[in-house]
């Protein structure tokens, strides 16, 4: 069973970093791309990056290019999101995905609220 457990989020103040990770399990993590999104409050669902198999961050939503950083360890199968230079707007639920199998699967997200 395809399971996807985010971890990492939290208050942080205007400026701040954070590290969120995404830990997976139930299928071949090294074979899947894996994205990171967001939904803030009455907005739709973004996509903020993507992971490649190889480990190649790529697809950074604009708002968030030059700030944040996606990276992988297939040992661990395990992505993470490095957040850097955090803006109130970037205040949402972060949440992992994967499509394994024509299925797309989501984690259960973590909150991040930038606030000071």
């Known amino acids: 069973q395809v399971q996807l457990v985010e971890s990492g989020g939290g208050l942080v103040q205007p400026g701040g970093s954070l590290r969120l990770s995404c830990a997976a399990s139930g299928f071949t993590f090294r074979w899947y791309h894996i994205d990171w999104y967001r939904q803030a409050p009455g907005k739709e669902r973004e996509r903020v990056a993507l992971?490649?198999?190889?480990?190649?961050?790529?697809a950074y939503a604009d708002s968030v290019k030059g700030r944040f950083t996606i990276s992988r360890d297939n040992f661990k199968n395990t992505v993470y999101l490095q957040m850097n230079s955090l803006k109130p707007e970037d205040t949402a639920v972060y949440f992992c995905?994967?499509?394994?199998?024509?299925?797309?699967?989501w984690g259960q997200g973590t909150q991040v609220t930038v606030s000071s």
């Open positions: 995905r994967v499509d394994v199998d024509r299925f797309t699967y």
């Open positions: 992971a490649t198999t190889e480990g190649v961050g790529t």
